[in-house]
């Protein structure tokens, strides 16, 4: 079993990827990753929040989806947003923030099986990061990717790597000076050395990615 929310010894995991010549000149450039249990509004998150915003971030750009998700919230007047007042919500309401239909669809499940317990909060903060997954992927909208979010910001798990995540193929394509985007099996061979800190290393791997 994981332990629930961890804590992620920042130094110790910087000191353990600079062993990386190509990964270490990045860790003394950029700012140590920030792992702290906020949305992107820097509002304190709980699963059914945190899930609603991996949701609407998929396949948008982080500017794109951080404005769509701001005029979701607004939802809520200034409240938590819970399963019970998205189900209350019109849906018109709901696309009029951008939210696709598609993306619709999935938020009301997700807001049905936490109202049914088919989401077992108490294991998605102690199971381990495999049985999260698992778990996770029953809902509709959420594949490998968005479960991966939320084992990385949510519950802070150290060593998480999400091949299928665009900005983190951007960052290994740029680190490791390839022609193409990597696959998701070069991508678990490179970063091997990584582990137990490959949560970390993405975060810098989208830092450069991100970089002019």
Known sequence: MSSPVQTIDLKKAARHLQKDERLAPFIKKFPHPVFERKTSNGKAADP????????????????????????????????????KALLALPDTDIRN??????????????????????INEKGLEVWSDDEIREHLIAVKGIGKWTAEMFLMFYLHRADVLPTGDLGIQKGFKRLFNMRDLPSP????????????????????????????
Do not use: C, H
């Not at 239909?101 to 938020?107: H, I």
């Not at 678990?188 to 989208?206: D, G, I, M």
């Open 185 to 212: 099996e070069k991508m678990e061979k490179l970063a091997k050395n990584w582990s137990p800190y490959r949560t970390v290393a993405s975060r810098y791997l989208w830092m450069i990615a991100d970089e002019k």
């Open 97 to 118: 923030t951008g939210i696709s239909t598609q993306k619709l669809s999935y938020l009301k499940d997700l807001a049905l099986k936490f109202e049914d317990k088919t």
């Open 48 to 83: 059914f929040y945190a899930l609603t915003e991996s949701i609407v971030y998929q396949q948008l750009s982080g500017k794109a989806a951080s404005t769509i998700y701001g005029r979701f919230l607004t939802l809520f007047r200034a409240k938590r947003p819970t399963p």
